[in-house]
Every structure is written in C-alpha cells, then in structure tokens.
C-alpha cells in the first residue's frame, strides 16, 4: 500500500521558533508537495519539488522555506513561526507526468501561539 | 482537517439517494481532473479521474462526467451511504506536475 507519512499530527510551537515539518514517501515519487489549508481558503500551494535538491515556490512561499536532500523526504520549515501560520499542512506526492494521481499525507495541524 | 468543511458549500442527501457534486474549473487547457474525498482530521483520498478526451468515467458506486464547453466536471455518487459524509474537491492539471485544486462540497448522508 502506497504511503505519504508525516512527522507530527498535532504540534504545538511559540512565535519566533524555528519549526520542520517532515514528509516521506515510499512510492519513489519524483514530485512532492506541501501545501496549507484553510476554512474557506481551501488547499494552497506552499512549495514544491521536482526533484532532489530542487524546489520551486507555489503560490504562498512567504515564510516558508523548504528542503530535500533525499528523493523521499521533502521538509517544510518555517523560519520563525507566527501566529497566522496557523493551519493544517499537508504533505502530497506524485509520479512525474501528466496522468498520475497525486498522493497525500494525513496531516499536521500545527498551531502557533 | 478537522474544520475543512467550514464555509463550504453543502449537499445534504438520505441514505440510499444519489448524489451530484459539481465543480466549474478554470482553464480550458487542462488536460487531467481528479475527484479527492477528505473526511475529517485526514488527508485528502483519490476517488476517480479523468482525462480531457474523455466526457465520462465510471467506478465503483461513482461517475465523473466532464463538460469540457462549459469547464464543468461533476462526480456522481450511487446510493450514497453515512460512510461518503466528507467534503470532495476536485482538481485539474495545468502544468506539468501541479494540481489546482478547488474550494470543496461537504456532503452530509443522513441515516
């Protein structure tokens, strides 16, 4: 069974600390993702990645930056947190091309006080 | 997550009827869609896709019809059960790797 995997369901951080979200595939997947999630804001592109050691910005890098050293783990770091990165992350994956489903992780809701 | 489903449109059906979920989307020029349920506090599932030269795609329990004049694609659910109360979203390729997804419907199955 193919699978995204995610570090943390549930975290907790104070504004200003460095926070990694950390995200595995096992598909060997070319193509991984993070994006954020709102009420009423629906899914939003943060970063992605085509390939190890690349890294292309979505539609909401600001705060944001993010890492992939190894084909399987894409990490998600927020420099110095704030309040209104409050949110659910999500973590995806995705064969290269045209025609591929593409795969999420469960989950972290991630909450900055 | 736990509160997706917030500011969403809402289907609200009986167990047993048959759902319609619709999406209008945004380029003509996409060429892949997807149909992805979330249930609460977990990751967004594929459902079923669809490519642009097709107009209808069948599954299990599901269909997903394509409109490409009007860039509409709808997702049908047979006999709808407690167990498909969830938001769906759709989703197009525009580029090469990337999705656009949609804003969500919460479907909500009474017993």
């Known amino acids: ?113 | 997550g736990e509160n997706v489903g917030l500011h969403l449109p809402t289907l609200s059906v009986q167990e047993g009827d048959n759902s319609i979920i619709n999406c209008a989307y945004s380029n003509s020029a996409s060429d892949y869609f997807i149909w992805y349920k979330q249930e609460s506090g977990k990751g967004p599932q594929f459902i079923i896709d669809i490519r642009s030269n097709m107009d209808k795609r069948q599954g299990q329990r599901v269909t997903v019809l394509l409109n490409k004049t009007v860039k509409h694609l709808s997702l049908q659910i047979a006999a709808t059960q407690p167990g498909d109360s969830a938001v769906y979203f759709c989703a197009e390729n525009q580029g090469y790797s990337t999705l656009t997804f949609g804003k969500g419907t919460m479907l909500l199955v009474s017993p």
């Open chain 1, 1 to 113: 069974d193919v699978k995204v995997t995610q570090s943390s369901r549930y975290l907790v951080k104070r504004t200003g600390e460095k926070v990694f979200l950390e995200c595995v595939q096992d598909m060997d997947h070319e193509n991984m993702f993070w994006y954020r999630q709102d009420p009423g804001l629906g899914l939003r592109l943060i970063y992605f990645s085509y390939d190890v050691k690349m890294k292309e910005k979505g539609d909401i890098p600001e705060g944001y930056s993010v890492s992939r050293e190894k084909k399987e783990r894409f990490s998600l770091i927020l420099e110095s947190a704030s309040t209104n990165q409050t949110s659910m992350y999500l973590c995806a994956s995705r064969l290269g091309g045209t025609y591929n489903e593409q795969f999420f992780g469960p989950g972290t809701r991630l909450t900055v006080l």
